[in-house]
């Protein structure tokens, strides 16, 4: 964790003294558990604990252990390799205050201020992708017009969304939360998957034949699967 530590306060420390940036959330869906921040113009996506007032030590260590999962798994590409950091130190400049508070509020702990500097306990660093339910919302107006350069993309999305399934199935991992927003694009084009709060072994699940009677949702994924 220590190289991993250093090589992301030497990246983000240069890009915000060159670009005089402050890290804002990433766009998209908000995650269950962890708040994800970036430098705007920067390809890098921070994963901290931060949408929880209070987060049970037994949640964290699950969190360590699915990303740890991503980190280790063969997934043809399909999952983003999170890097792990722990204690990571950066200057209180690149944080604007309402974000700071933010985090701090609901990070159980997880972000402190010391001095000038910020210290996140715990997270990830990952490669930025562009979500591809966002992506698909921006050529939607282009699709609407007619405009076939933006139909042939959305096919090509779509086609890249359904490999991206069939990769991680024929690796054994089954992404229970398979969202638009927790996959992206790549700067090639390429899908893969940044969330990896819901991975499991396809081979540790059973679908059931019907949902149980006591199912609040019988449409809900839960509801048909046991693992």
């Not at 405009?147 to 069939?166: F, G, H, L, N, T």
Request: net charge negative; glycine share 6%; hydrophobic share 40%.
């Amino acid at each position: 964790q220590f190289h991993a530590n250093q090589l992301l306060v030497h990246q983000l420390a240069a890009h915000a003294a060159q670009t005089h940036e402050q890290f804002v959330e990433s766009p998209g869906r908000p995650g269950r558990f962890m708040k994800s921040i970036e430098l705007p113009t920067s390809d890098v996506v921070l994963k901290v604990i931060g949408n929880r007032s209070f987060v049970p030590p037994e949640l964290v260590e699950d969190i360590k252990r699915r990303h740890g999962f991503a980190h280790m798994v063969d997934s043809r590409g399909r999952l983003l390799d999170p890097l792990e950091f722990e204690n990571l130190w950066l200057p209180r400049a690149m944080f604007p205050p309402e974000l700071l508070d933010a985090m701090r509020t609901h990070s159980n702990g997880h972000t402190l201020v010391q001095g000038e500097k910020v210290v996140l306990k715990h997270g990830y660093g990952q490669r930025k992708l562009v979500p591809v339910a966002l992506h698909l919302a921006v050529l939607q107006a282009r699709v609407q017009e007619g405009d076939p350069q933006a139909i042939q993309e959305v096919r090509r999305v779509m086609a890249e969304v359904a490999q991206c399934w069939k990769d991680l199935l024929e690796q054994n991992i089954f992404p229970i939360d398979f969202h638009m927003w927790n996959v992206g694009l790549t700067q090639y084009g390429r899908v893969a998957m940044f969330d990896h709060d819901s991975h499991i072994l396809f081979t540790n699940i059973q679908v059931l034949q019907s949902p149980p009677s006591a199912a609040d949702d019988p449409y809900e994924f839960d509801a048909w699967v046991e693992s």
